[in-house]
């Protein structure tokens, strides 16, 4: 079952990744994925580089992905005209929580305390940040 998920998941990561024409720059990913992680930009530099070296390094491979798509799904937000972009703000808002809800969930009931959780955790939640990308670009 684990397999299964995660090549369901990888499926959707690839076939959401193919139609986002926005790539955010590997500095501002990297810079982001600092922030956030409090970990400095060499050692993710150096991590990344090695992705499949141990499970940290691939944990933080789907994290950087998440942070991917995050940064896209701002910048798809910001081309959108002001007014429309306050509403599509608030709708954001309260979708992340139910989709983080919901990755922890799927997460944990997949991999319980396991090492794949975060992973899994970080691929859901780039997955479903790149369908809200695809919604918010429709968005007129």
Known sequence: MKIFLFVILFATVSAANASTSYVPPAGEVLTELS?????????????LAKCDA?????????????VTADLTLKHVIAGKQAQRADAINEKIAKWEKKRDAACAKSAARE??????????????????????IQWVGSQK
């Open 35 to 47: 922030r956030r992680s409090n970990f400095p930009e060499a050692d993710l530099q150096q991590s």
């Open 111 to 132: 991999f319980g305390e396991g090492s794949m959780r975060p992973t899994a955790q970080a691929m859901c939640v780039t997955a479903e940040t790149k369908k809200m």
């Open 54 to 66: 141990n499970q940290m390094n691939t944990n933080l491979r789907a994290y950087s992905d998440q």
